[in-house]
């Protein structure tokens, strides 16, 4: 079993920046394969970002590529999202997602793990 734990949500203007961070306790994190989704109300859960078991591979939505950036810290056990330029499409409940598998993975039912969410508002 593995239980992922996300933080660093929160209230930001257009055009900030936010860092969620995603922690990972339970089977050994460097297998897996991890990635970051989002929901917005009345929407569907959407594909954001996804990095490899070693970081050596990232996959980005184009609603976030060049703005977002996801990485890894397999020694802290500890995905990250680096959000910049930040606009109001991007509110949402933001989710991070986490599979024992050696390729990246995109879509949401590809994942095992899941963490509980954090809530980013982007105001106008």
């Known amino acids: 079993q593995v239980q ?8 930001v203007q257009v055009g900030g920046s936010l860092r969620l961070s995603c922690a ?15 929901q917005a109300p009345g929407k569907e859960r959407e594909f954001v970002a996804a990095i490899k078991w070693s970081g050596g591979g ?13 990485s890894r810290d397999n020694a802290k056990n500890t995905v990250y999202l680096q959000m910049n ?9 933001y989710y991070c997602a ?17 963490g509980q969410g954090t809530q980013v508002t982007v105001s106008s």
Not at 24 to 38: D, I, L
Not at 85 to 93: I, R
Not at 98 to 114: F, I, K, N, Q
């Open 98 to 114: 986490g599979r024992d598998h050696r390729v990246v993975l995109t879509a949401p039912s590809e994942y095992e793990y899941w």
């Open 24 to 38: 990972a306790s339970g089977r050994t994190f460097s297998n897996y394969a991890m990635g970051w989704f989002r």
């Open 4 to 11: 992922l734990v996300e933080s660093g949500g929160g209230l």
């Open 85 to 93: 330029s930040l606009k109001p499409e991007d509110t949402a409940v």
């Open 58 to 70: 990232t996959y980005y939505a184009d609603s976030v590529k060049g703005r977002f950036t996801i």
